[in-house]
Every structure is written in C-alpha cells, then in structure tokens.
C-alpha cells in the first residue's frame, strides 16, 4: 500500500496565523491527493481534491500544492473555525490511504 | 439535499457478522455519477477507505479486509449495506457512509455510526 506521512502530527496556532501542513506519499501519486477537516465528534468535510481544486464551499483561505510524493495545504488567516484535525488522502489507487491526521489547536 | 443515514446495531459480539445500511435521500444511487461506500474510524485513529460500490457495478474492496467484507446495493430501496463478517475489537470504529465523486474521494458523508465489538 502507499503510505501518507502528515507533519507535523499537531500544531499550536494562534487566530490571524498562516498555518502549514505537508504530506508526503511512499511513491509518486501525480496530483491525486485530497485533504479533509474532521471536528471533534464530526464527519470528515472535503477541503482540496485533486491537490489544489478547492471543494466549493469551501473558504478560499484553504488551499492546497504538490505534485508526485510531496504536498502541501495552507491555511491563510487562520479563524476560530479552522481549528480541527486534517487528514490527507492519497487517490491514486487502491486502497486510498489516509495520513495518520495534524490537529491544529489554538495556542 | 443529500442526507445519508447509517443504521445497525452498535454492538457486536466477536466472531459475529456487523451489518450496516445507508440510508439516502436527496440523490439516486443508481445515477451512475457516483460511487457510495464506507469508511471506519477507530476510537483516536485515523481513517480507512473500506470500499464501495458503484451504479449495478461490482463493489471494490480494501484488500485487507478482502474476504470478511461485502457491500452492496438495493436500487429500489435506494440504500446500501456493509456486512463484516468475522469481527474482532480491531474492527472497533465510527463507521461512516460515504458518497464518493472517485473511487477513493469521499466529497458527502453521513454522521457515522460506533460500532463496538465485545461480548
């Protein structure tokens, strides 16, 4: 299977900063990742597909980078909202693994 | 609006077959533009993409869990069901119905449903 890494697994961040969260793929993928936001207790919401198509509705202080192993989200302004836990997501092929998730809290 | 709904029982005995059915309302799974699957959450884990199934297509399926798990569909209900089958407390998780724009790329989801495996 082709492994996802997130770092950093966590962050402390404060409202107004530009946050970085970067996924890295065990082997090329193209441009075939996606990144979710999970909130305690909450379903996953699609962010980015396709490493930098924002999902509509989706503010545009996301936005996403990469291609073939290395990838990129940012989140620009960060607001009381935004803080959660963010998976990529590898869509090359099967099984479409999951990164073990950064969880942005308020420092 | 899409709505999807999970239900089954939330405990299940070890050695015992988890059963699941999604519930939708507000589009047609046999639409053909979709794919509708499951994915699990372990208790503080992250995700895994189950499997789904698309249209009157053959599922697709995590090959590790290839062999316990089955999902299909029921156009004129309009739903579609997981069935695990073997369980141990490894198969302990919020399990999530899921409608897919790609085979891996889950862009609606339902609440999710814990199912916990224990006698």
């Known amino acids: 299977d082709i492994q996802m890494t997130q770092s950093p697994s966590s962050l402390s961040a404060s409202v107004g900063d530009n946050v970085t969260v970067t996924c890295r793929a065990s082997q090329s993928i193209s441009r075939s990742l996606n990144w979710y936001q999970q909130k305690l207790g909450k379903a996953p919401k699609l962010l980015i597909y396709?490493?930098?198509s924002l999902q509509s509705d989706v503010p545009s202080r996301f936005s996403g980078s990469g291609s073939g192993t290395d990838f990129t989200l940012i989140i620009s302004s960060l607001q009381p909202e935004d803080f959660a836990t963010y998976y990529c997501q590898q869509s090359w092929k099967t099984p479409g693994t999951f990164g073990q998730g950064t969880k942005v809290d308020i420092k | 609006q899409l709505q999807l709904r999970e239900s089954g029982p939330g405990l299940v005995k070890p050695s015992e077959t988890l059963s699941l059915t999604c519930i939708v309302s507000g589009d047609s799974i046999v639409s053909g533009i979709y794919y509708w699957g499951w994915i699990r959450q372990p208790p503080e884990k992250g995700l895994e993409w189950i499997g789904n199934v698309y249209s009157s297509g053959s599922p697709y399926y995590n090959p590790s869990l290839k062999g316990r798990v089955t999902i299909s569909a029921d156009m004129s209900k309009n739903q579609f069901s997981l069935r695990l089958s073997s369980v141990t407390a490894a198969d302990t998780a919020v399990y999530y119905c899921?409608?897919?724009?790609?085979?891996?790329?889950?862009?609606?989801w339902g609440p999710g449903t814990l199912v916990t495996v224990s006698s």
């Open positions: 396709a490493a930098s």
């Open positions: 899921a409608r897919q724009i790609t085979k891996w790329t889950t862009d609606f």
